[in-house]
């Protein structure tokens, strides 16, 4: 065999391989971009084959039409040959890509039905976290000191209760975990709205629970303060006017996380939803939207630190 009918026979083939290796990488890249969260399952698994048994195949013909047009020259086209095995090799991924769109767009919900559910499933979403967007009812858990959260605990389930100490262990490992997390790469945004924050301070009140002590208030947002001043790259807090009607933490713009608790009666009663899905950035933009809007006077820490001061402590004073 001649040289230049060697390369000829050939050339189909690697244009073939090189398009083996770009569409599927330009693919799989596209999807990560677009924050879509690829499931091991059936659709998977048949959209990989595709891709693989179809190259495989394509490349095998590519090669062997290749060598057999040597022997007839009428028939000799690489480039014809190169143009199919684009085209086909196109439509096959295409069809995997669209395989694994569809099937990995779908929602992924877990349901919490108990403070120990909730414990597991809020530990586990947000271990690990990047960025961590919250809506809040109140001022945020990690901030509450272990003899706070132990006083919430007992008066929220009452004495003896079996899920004083799920909520006790739930508080403090998320509360260290965050702190913990904070100090490297994990960002943390929460937007409060400034009278549903003053009316938590005058009342005292949490969920279940009445006539919180002073100083329980006082420390919180105390470490809330410090907190604020002491992360200036990884904590961003913004207050707000405007109402928010649904209280939320968004993790990694791909998870969202909607919880109150029951009281007392917490036994087999839904106190949390979590959902995972692409739709979730609409969520996240909604999100954006209401932080941009706060007034660029009133964004930074120090404004936000004499507002806390003048709004929160000289209530409790």
Known sequence: MLLSEYLSSIGPLLITLLIDVAIPTIL??????????????????????????????????????????????????????????????TALEGIAFFLIRKYS?????????????????????????????LMPK??????????????????????????????IDEHISRSSALLQALGHDLKMYEIHNKNELISYVQKRGHHGVSSIEKKHIIHMINEWKRIIGQYPDNY????????????????????????ESVGT???????????????????????AQIWERVPANERSRENIIKWIDDNLLTVLQ
């Open 265 to 287: 009666y917490s036994r087999d009663r839904f106190n949390a939803i979590f959902i995972e899905s692409p739709s979730i950035t609409q969520i996240s933009d909604d999100f």
């Open 236 to 259: 961003f807090v913004r207050l707000t006017e405007e109402t928010i009607p649904l209280k939320y933490e968004l993790i990694d713009d791909k998870k969202l996380v909607m919880h």
């Open 105 to 133: 767009s779908k929602a992924l919900i877990k349901i919490s039905m108990s403070p120990n559910d909730y414990k597991e499933l809020i530990l586990a979403a947000e271990r690990n976290a990047k960025i961590i967007k």
């Open 28 to 89: 799989w890249i596209t999807t990560f971009r677009t924050q879509t969260r690829l499931k091991l399952g059936a659709p998977l698994i048949t959209a990989i084959i595709t891709i693989l048994v179809g190259n495989g195949l394509l490349a095998y013909i590519c090669r062997f039409i290749s060598f057999i047009s040597i022997e007839n020259e009428s028939q000799q086209n690489p480039v014809v040959i190169s143009i199919a095995a684009f085209l086909t090799l």
């Open 138 to 167: 109140r001022i945020h858990v990690m901030f509450k000191s272990p003899e706070f959260i132990t006083f919430l605990a007992e008066q929220r389930f009452g004495p003896g209760s079996e899920y004083i100490q799920p909520y």
